[in-house]
């Protein structure tokens, strides 16, 4: 949850957001916690979920090292310019907007007023911004702005789901919810 209050007026762009995080048997990483190499979800591709045009494509931040016990220091002061590191948002043919963030620096692959076809290499996930590890920060949105919008749910046309202390289930055409669940979308997925 996010509530933030623009212009008089209370917004939660993250209402239905997700940080997509990769794990393998149980942890995020393998080796040294403090290198975004050895996050599983660090260089991943991220694709764009529909067509639409890039309304922002921002690169040039650098990754933070991964929050550990010793704590977390960003790698630059945490501004609401850069909180979304480098991060790119897409205006859908619907007038949503999908918004992906904290990717990593130089790998952003598309430019303001490209038109996107679903599927097409955005970015690779990073660690930008205000992000303690390498993830995949996802959100559809009203409006363009990181904050000063409404979070709008979405489907996800097939995965599995295991919630915390449940058992796998197959899902079609929904919203992946409660804490602490792992989504599987295949081996294809990596």
Do not use: C
């Amino acid at each position: 949850m996010g509530l933030v209050v623009t212009d008089g007026l209370a917004q939660n762009s993250r209402r239905f957001a997700i940080d997509w995080r990769k794990q393998k048997d149980g942890s995020q990483f393998a080796g040294d916690a403090r290198d975004v190499r050895a996050y599983y979800a660090y260089g991943k591709n991220v694709l764009a979920v529909a067509e639409g045009a890039v309304v922002l494509a921002r690169d040039g931040y650098p990754d933070n090292i991964p929050r550990t016990a010793a704590g977390f220091e960003p790698a630059l002061p945490i501004t609401m310019e850069n909180l979304g590191g480098n991060r790119v948002v897409v205006q859908l043919p619907n007038g949503q907007f999908a918004q992906y963030a904290h990717l990593q620096p130089g790998s952003v692959q598309v430019k303001q007023g490209q038109q996107l076809v679903r599927g097409q290499l955005i970015g690779r996930v990073g660690n930008s911004g205000d992000s303690r590890v390498p993830h995949l920060h996802f959100q559809l949105t009203t409006l363009p702005d990181l904050f000063a919008s409404e979070g709008m749910p979405y489907l996800i046309e097939q995965f599995r789901m295991k919630p915390a202390a449940m058992a796998w289930s197959t899902r079609s055409r929904e919203f992946p919810w409660g804490d602490d669940t792992v989504i599987d979308f295949g081996p294809a997925a990596d």
